[in-house]
């Protein structure tokens, strides 16, 4: 089955990247069928050089329109292509040679909604953004499954939003109305949900084809401004109304507890770094009485999931604090309701840290940053002190600083004692990293403790900040 692959790149004053991103899609091993160049009323000289390639390959159409902002000329590009699937490359982004080959060589074998390919960083600047985010997880290659089955698997940590690691079925886009939200930032979150909760048959393959640039300036590197706040809820807010008014997700309610705790817990935790506190309150208000309206009845049941019982904490704590939000019980109903789901995220706590061995021997803490503090700090509040002989342990080491973590000397993890008894990985974000560095190292892995699961939608430093909230 032969396929026709269109290119949609969205450009706005880019002209330092723009040359390399157009020709990692023209210097293809397979050639492109269609490249799409839309220039969303660029002040720099990057409608230039669109025009000069344009004049030399047959294949690039190029689009001049006034500034409308990323999400509509994305959908302007989904309304003018002619391929039978589509991708997305940001203008300051680029491609690997073998892209276009490896999409057609797994789009022929099947005809699908969706296949997910992998990404790689390129740090231009110094990021905490974990270098395998745009990694989706391994179980998805070579596999067919619905969009909902997918995201049942993978979320949180395998599972991305962005719409540039995936080729789309023009006509399932065009069939189900899935575009991105126009003069919002965050646009890839809804545009994603819509595709993953309507796909029937979606599949991955393990190549790393698309190179995401770290950079300055950039939509996602810059800071958070009243604007990206304001999204933030309304993105929330037009996720949370699909869902519940989808029917794929009626039979799916701990997944919708799942996902939706997360994007409580994060967005909260995100709005908590805004200054404008009259701004952040207002918006909290929105966010706490969309949740009451639509999905108190879903956390009120019985289920075991410290994610969602911090989550309706967190929206039980707002509320007690503006008691104006709609479709709540009595005040006194309401603090008797925060004290249960209060007791219920310690129990689930304490059986975590329980079980960590700090009873004797010598046990490595992977991580020397606030994950590990939180993590001392809470077992030590609950179990008393530790009689575990401790070490730290950290992936690289910093030649301008002391190795001193809370006066303990730290070691890199090639630096290991042949003596020790465990190793704890701290950390949330890093965890897959910092366990294959163990492993590397040929330390056994039933001597690694791992405070999370692939499921884990939060950490301890989030259990501490809404218990504190």
């Known amino acids: 089955m032969l396929v026709r692959v269109t290119v949609i790149v969205p450009i706005y004053n880019v002209e330092k990247y723009l040359e390399e991103c157009i020709s990692s899609l023209i210097c293809q091993s397979e050639k492109f069928d269609e490249i799409i160049l839309i220039n ?8 230039k050089i669109c025009e000069k390639y344009v004049a030399q390959y047959s294949n690039i159409i190029f689009i001049n329109q006034t500034n409308q902002g990323l999400a509509a000329t994305r959908n302007l590009g989904i309304k003018k292509a002619t391929g039978d699937y589509v991708i997305f490359v940001d203008s300051d982004d680029y491609l690997h040679r073998n892209a276009c080959a490896a999409i057609k060589n797994a789009l022929q074998k099947k005809e699908m909604e969706v296949l997910y390919y992998n990404a790689d960083i390129q740090y231009d600047i110094r990021s905490t953004e974990n270098k395998d985010a745009f990694i989706h997880k391994d179980s998805l290659n070579g596999q067919y499954m619905t969009g909902i089955e997918y995201f049942k698997s993978a979320f949180p940590k395998g599972y991305t939003v962005s719409a540039c690691v995936a080729a789309y079925n023009i006509r399932f886009l065009r069939k189900y109305e899935i575009i991105f939200p126009e003069g919002l930032y965050y646009e890839d979150n809804f545009f994603s949900l819509q595709v993953i909760s309507n796909a029937k048959i979606v599949t991955g393959i393990r190549e790393s084809l698309y190179i995401r640039r770290c950079r300055e300036d950039s939509i996602m590197t810059s800071g958070l401004s009243e604007k990206k706040c304001r999204d933030l809820i309304a993105n929330q807010r037009l996720m949370w109304e699909y869902i519940f008014n989808h029917s794929n997700w009626i039979s799916e309610k701990d997944l919708v507890r799942k996902y939706i705790s997360f ?10 770094q805004y200054d404008n506190e009259k701004v952040i309150i207002h918006l909290k208000y929105e966010l706490v009485s969309a949740f009451i309206r639509l999905w108190k009845p879903v956390f009120q049941e019985e289920y075991k999931s410290i994610e969602a019982h ?13 008691l104006k939000v709609k479709c709540y019980p009595p005040e006194v109903q309401l603090y008797e309701q925060i004290e249960s789901t209060k007791r219920k995220v310690c129990g689930e706590c304490m059986e975590r840290l329980s079980a960590l061995p700090f009873n ?3 046990v490595g803490i992977y991580g020397i940053g606030d994950h590990t503090r939180t993590l001392l700090e809470l077992y030590q509040k609950e179990f008393g002190k530790i009689q ?16 001193i973590f809370m ?6 993890y090639q630096d290991i004692p042949e003596d ?6 701290s950390s949330y974000v890093y965890q897959g990293e910092m366990y294959m560095n163990l492993l590397n190292q040929e330390v056994k892995k039933e001597k690694i403790i791992l405070l999370y699961t692939e499921t884990s939608a939060c950490d301890l430093v989030m259990i501490q900040w809404v218990m504190n909230y």
């Open 360 to 362: 004797g021997g010598k």
């Open 310 to 322: 911090l989550a309706f904490l967190l929206i039980l704590k707002e509320a007690s604090r503006n």
């Open 263 to 272: 994007e409580v817990l994060h967005t909260f935790f995100k709005l908590s």
């Open 40 to 47: 969303d009323g660029s002040t720099d000289s990057s409608e």
């Open 420 to 425: 020790f008894d465990y190793i704890v990985i």
């Open 388 to 403: 575990a002989e401790l070490f730290f342990i950290t992936s690289q080491k910093n030649e301008n600083q002391k190795q």
């Open 407 to 412: 006066n303990r000397k730290v070691l890199t």
